[in-house]
Nanobody, 122 residues
Framework: QVQLVESGGGLVQAGGSLRLSCAAS????????MGWYRQAPGKQRELVAV???????DYADAVKGRFTISRDNPKNTVYLQMNSLKPEDTAVYYC????????????????WGQGTQVSVSA
């Protein structure tokens, strides 16, 4: 099994910064894609940013220029640096690992973290 553990959420004033981390552990051979999604109250979960193993990135239009995703492949860890935060960034942020190859198996799976709350006050 694979577990994703997020950290770094919290309460910050508008214009402030936070850095989220997500570490994957378990019988992992390789993780192809890692990313962050968020879900605000009453809204659907949406993509924030994703990064491939090779380092290619993609961002939601709402966060381009403010958020930066990065990863450490040997540590199976993904980060999200969030700058110039706005009240509309308030949501539960979920870590996602896609295209996960497990050790000694041909199974490819997808995993989610439990989520971490990010709250931005005006």
């Amino acid at each position: 099994q694979v577990q994703l553990v997020e950290s770094g959420g919290g309460l910050v004033q508008a214009g402030g910064s936070l850095r989220l981390s997500c570490a994957a552990s378990g019988s992992i051979f390789r993780i192809n894609r890692m990313g962050w999604y968020r879900q605000a109250p009453g809204k659907q979960r949406e993509l924030v940013a994703v990064i491939t193993r090779e380092g290619s990135t993609d961002y939601a239009d709402a966060v381009k220029g403010r958020f930066t995703i990065s990863r450490d492949n040997p540590k199976n860890t993904v980060y999200l640096q969030m700058n110039s935060l706005k009240p509309e960034d308030t949501a539960v942020y979920y870590c996602h690992a896609g295209g996960v190859n497990l050790v000694s198996t041909s199974i490819v799976s997808t995993y989610w973290g439990q989520g971490t709350q990010v709250s931005v006050s005006a």
